[in-house]
Structures are given as structure tokens and as C-alpha cells.
């Protein structure tokens, strides 16, 4: 593996992710991939620098890579927002177009190219000579069959509803062409952001024979890899997939690939130290110094992007003190940010003051930060008519994100202090914890983190709106200001049209920014080609492991 510092740098991130916010601003003369501007607009592939997407998988792949991670995927669904499912769904799948973190740009994958034939049209030849891993062939059909799976409220549209709101309909123009219809001319970035997260194809004939269900359990893709075997909670075993074309990126070097289930942070570093795994997900601060640069460990850390927040129910009815705009306003000012972040993350993060950071567009760099303020709680509590208190039980994950349990344990403790009783606390299985989530169940109060794939503060928003399955908000005008915001074409007038989104959203909050922090990984020396990306889906592109 090639060293790295310990820490990557930030300046180097910060460029990235800048990239990735800005409209149409490629320099290109090949791509024009993230641009708003006028019709005909076509993006081919060839702009990168990345592999030959012609390359086969090595003949001669070996070894076995394992990843300790502590979530175990629900299922193999390729429709899924959660990071964990989608570093496998990454090997299993492909996608139409995909986001390049290194360029910025939206490059066509099993996309030969994409047009934008006008604001609400995208036409798409697709790449010839694509197979299933179980043989059968992708083309216009298996394109449309797969949209379709994704638009169904039943399947795709279970949680990916957010990011598919404004394709209208999907139609076969010939038989490796297919073209998006969308319902309203929003940011072009902005919709090519939604498909890169979402168009994982799939094979028509097997899903139909084995039904949805059956296929989540068991899936078929054209990725570099295939399911060899899964045991729930405990690990999932990929193999390499002979028929993969490379057009995702260079196959994985080694034979297979194993992410193992360890819910402990403890148990995760122990297989780290005993040479049984490779790379640690969310690695516990307080092992950094410890394991860096011991025994040929090296510790990676890079500024997170996920927002960690709690989200307040004024929706499904799970408390009537919820539905009072000044409980949830004293909630703002309910909690020491950065005393949590010092005692339990021990300083790897930075409070937040809204649902994003610098790196996002439409940052709204003037807002006051959300200073703890007992007095202020205090007092908003009595005009909301609860001046003994209020009782807001809060529910969390246990093992999705970094010390989840922990900081809600401390949550709980810190609102006490202010007369906001969260108990009972429940902290779930993350399956059962998003599955209630989806279903409005759990809560009043819920820790949850989240972040926009197109790095711009829109799409924070998607879990706000009426129409999303995991909004536990919905307010007609704050709709209306999401609409205006993401149907901007011109950047400065979509800032001002998100900071006028952003501030109604805080004088009535349902989501309580909290904090964001570093991502932390401990790597062996024998991993070649491995790098962590801001979005937390671990990808593998060429990455093998050595002696």
C-alpha cells in the first residue's frame, strides 16, 4: 500500500468536493457533464482518467480481502441510500452514469453517452456487448425494466422516492437507446446527481422469475463481483464475476471479497490486529494514535460530509409536544455541541448550524451558530405551554454510525439538563431502526445522519417534503421553497433561492443540525490501491492485497 500521511489533507478534499458543487463549470472539451446550460448538450465517455473500460478482470486474480464493518445490509436491494449496502451493491451492480469524485463530473458507465435533448429530456445510448453475471444480455429492455423497478413505490421507490420525484416516465427509443422524461427543468446537475445514485441495472427475466423479494436476497448484476455466500450477521462473501467488462472501473485484484459483520469497534480493531481483516470501517478515535504506523498499520482520516442530526416527528403523531414549533425551536439550543464532540468523538468533528458544510453549495455562510442556551430552552418551553418540561423519547440506531449508542446514551443525559425527558430510549437493530423510520414508527426524536450525493444543500432537503417516505415533515411552503430552489438554473440566484429555504426551515425546525465528523479508517500495509471516498461507500476499483 502506498503511505499516507495520517491525516489526508483537507485542501486536497475541499477541491474535490468544490468540483463536485459547481454547475456546468467543466473545462472539458469532451464532457460537459454537469452543465445547466442549453439543448443538445452531450456528455461521452473518455473524460476521465480513469481505466480502460474495455479492460477484462485479471486472469490470474487471488487472494481475499476483508472489510470489518459493523452494519450487516438488510438485503441486496441496488435501491438503497444507506452507504453500507451501497459499497456492496457497487460491486454487485452497475449503474447507468456515475459520479466522478475526481473530475466532478457525471460520467456515462453503461451509458455509451447521455443527451440532454432539452430541459425535461435526457436520451441515452447504452454500451453493446453488456452481460448479467447469469448470462443475460443488457439492452434497452433491461434498461427500461430496471427505471421502472427503480419508480415503483413498491420497490425503488420505497426509499429512493426523494431522488426520483421528478422523472415523469421512461421510454425505449430503440433497442440500445433509452430517454428520461422529466417533470420539471430543475438543475440538470441536480437530476444527473439522483440517476448517478440510483440507475443500477438489473436483469429482467431473473427478477421477474424470482420476483423482488427473492431477488434481494439473491442478485444478479454485471458488476466485478458476485454473491458467493451470505451468513446474516455475520459476514457476506463476494467472487469475483468472470464476465465483467470493466466498464465501472478495474476489477478488484483479488479473488474475493468479504465484509464481515462486527458491530463492536473493539472486535473490528482486534481483527485488524490479528491480521483476520484488512480494513476497519469507523474506526474509534481514541485507536488512531495507537495503531498508526504499528505493525504496518496506517490510520486514514478524511472530513466527513454526512450531517448527524436529530430528527423531531410533527408528522405521524408520536407526540403532540413535536407538532409545537417552539419545542422544536428549543431544541436548537438543547445541547453543548462541542463538549460531545470533545468528550465522546474526542474533537474529530465540528458542531453545524444547518444541514450542511462549506464544501456544499448554497452554504449559507451567515447564520449564527447554535449555541447551548439552558435559558433560552427555558424559556421557549413555557411559551410552548411546558414550563415543568417536555417528554420526547428519542430512538437511534445501534451500530450504523460511529458510537451511535454512546451519543444518544449522552443525548439523553445532556436534555435532561434542560427538562426534555427523552426517555424511554430505544436504541434499535438498523435494519428495524430504518424500516420504522420509513414507516414513520420510531421516534418522536430519532438520530440519523445524511448527506446529499450532488454535494449541494437542495438535496438536504429531500427528507423534508411532503412526498418523501422519510420525511417526518410536511409544510406545503417549505415545498414551494425547495421547488424554486432546485428548479434555478443560474448558481447565484439558486444561492439565494437556498439560503431563503434554509432559514424558513430553522424557524420551524424538524431537523436539529448536530454535528459532522472525520472518517476514520485503519488499513493494513498489504492493501494496494485503496482510498477512502467522502461519501462513505467503500469502492475497490483495482485494489488487491499483497503478500
Known amino acids: 500500500m502506498r503511505r499516507r500521511s495520517v ?57 481475499k480481502l476483508v472489510i470489518a464493518q459493523g452494519v450487516d445490509p438488510r438485503t441486496f436491494t441496488p435501491w438503497t441510500s444507506v452507504a453500507a449496502e451501497l459499497s456492496v451493491m457497487t460491486q454487485l451492480f452497475e449503474k447507468l452514469i456515475a459520479f466522478n469524485l475526481n473530475t466532478g463530473e457525471y460520467d456515462p458507465i453503461l451509458a455509451e453517452s447521455y443527451e440532454w435533448v432539452d430541459d425535461v429530456t435526457l436520451q441515452i445510448p447504452l454500451k453493446e456487448g453488456v452481460v448479467f453475471s447469469n448470462g443475460e444480455a443488457f439492452d434497452a429492455d433491461a434498461a427500461i425494466f430496471s427505471l421502472e423497478q427503480l419508480l415503483d413505490p413498491e420497490v425503488g421507490g420505497i426509499e429512493l422516492s426523494n431522488r426520483t420525484a421528478n422523472i415523469a416516465s421512461v421510454e425505449k427509443v430503440d433497442d440500445m437507446t433509452v430517454q428520461i422524461n422529466f417533470v420539471d427543468a430543475i438543475a440538470r446537475s441536480l437530476n444527473l446527481a439522483n440517476l448517478a445514485q440510483s440507475t443500477f441495472m438489473v436483469p429482467p427475466a431473473y427478477f421477474q422469475e424470482v420476483g423482488f423479494e427473492g431477488f434481494i436476497e439473491s442478485p444478479i448484476g454485471s458488476g466485478p463481483m458476485v454473491l458467493a455466500e451470505r451468513v446474516r450477521d455475520s459476514f457476506i462473501l463476494l467472487s469475483t464475476n468472470d464476465s465483467y467488462a470493466g466498464h465501472s472501473g478495474a476489477a478488484p485484484t483479488v479473488s474475493e471479497i468479504e465484509f464481515r459483520i462486527l458491530p463492536e469497534p473493539g472486535a473490528r480493531v482486534a481483527a485488524l490486529e490479528a491480521g483476520d481483516a484488512h480494513i476497519v470501517v469507523d474506526l474509534p478515535f481514541e485507536e488512531a494514535d495507537r495503531l498508526n504506523g504499528s505493525d504496518g498499520l496506517e490510520v486514514v482520516s478524511i472530513p466527513g460530509l454526512r450531517i448527524m442530526e436529530m430528527q423531531v416527528d410533527m408528522r405521524h403523531g408520536l407526540s403532540e409536544a413535536s407538532a409545537i414549533t417552539e419545542v422544536r425551536q428549543a431544541l436548537l439550543y438543547a445541547l453543548d455541541r462541542q463538549l460531545i464532540i470533545d468528550t465522546v468523538f474526542l474533537g474529530q468533528g465540528k458542531p453545524v448550524n444547518q444541514l450542511g458544510v462549506e464544501q456544499y453549495f448554497g452554504f449559507v455562510e451567515s447564520l449564527p451558530d447554535l449555541e447551548y442556551d439552558p435559558a433560552k430552552v427555558e424559556e421557549l418551553l413555557t411559551q410552548a405551554g411546558y414550563p415543568d418540561g417536555v417528554n420526547l423519547p428519542l430512538v437511534c440506531p445501534s451500530g450504523r454510525y460511529l ?110 443540525p448536530l454535528w459532522v465528523l472525520n472518517d476514520v479508517y485503519a488499513v493494513s500495509g498489504n492493501v494496494d490501491g485503496w482510498a477512502p471516498r467522502s461519501d462513505q461507500v467503500l469502492e475497490f476499483w483495482g485494489v488487491g492485497v499483497s503478500g
Open 7 to 63: 491525516w489526508i489533507s483537507l485542501l486536497l478534499v475541499l477541491a474535490m468536493v468544490v468540483a463536485a458543487c459547481s454547475p456546468g463549470d467543466s473545462e472539458s472539451t469532451t464532457t460537459t457533464s454537469g452543465g445547466d446550460g442549453g439543448e443538445n448538450t452531450t456528455t461521452t465517455s473518455g473524460g476521465d482518467d480513469g481505466p480502460d473500460p474495455t479492460d477484462p478482470p485479471p486472469s490470474e486474480a487471488e487472494g
Open 403 to 512: 458510537k451511535d449508542r454512546e451519543v444518544c446514551e449522552v443525548i439523553v443525559s445532556e436534555l435532561a439538563k434542560v427538562n426534555i425527558d427523552a426517555q424511554p430510549f430505544e436504541a434499535m437493530e438498523v435494519g428495524a431502526y430504518f424500516g420504522g423510520v420509513l414507516a414513520g414508527e420510531v421516534g418522536p426524536l430519532i438520530y440519523i445522519g445524511r448527506l446529499a450525493p450532488s454535494i449541494n444543500m437542495v438535496d438536504m432537503y429531500n427528507s423534508s417534503l411532503c412526498g418523501s417516505a422519510d420525511s417526518y415533515k410536511c409544510d406545503e411552503q417549505l415545498d414551494a421553497l425547495h421547488t424554486a430552489a432546485r428548479t434555478e438554473p443560474d448558481p447565484d440566484a439558486q444561492k439565494a433561492a437556498i439560503e431563503e429555504m434554509v432559514r424558513f426551515d430553522l424557524d420551524d425546525p424538524a431537523r436539529i
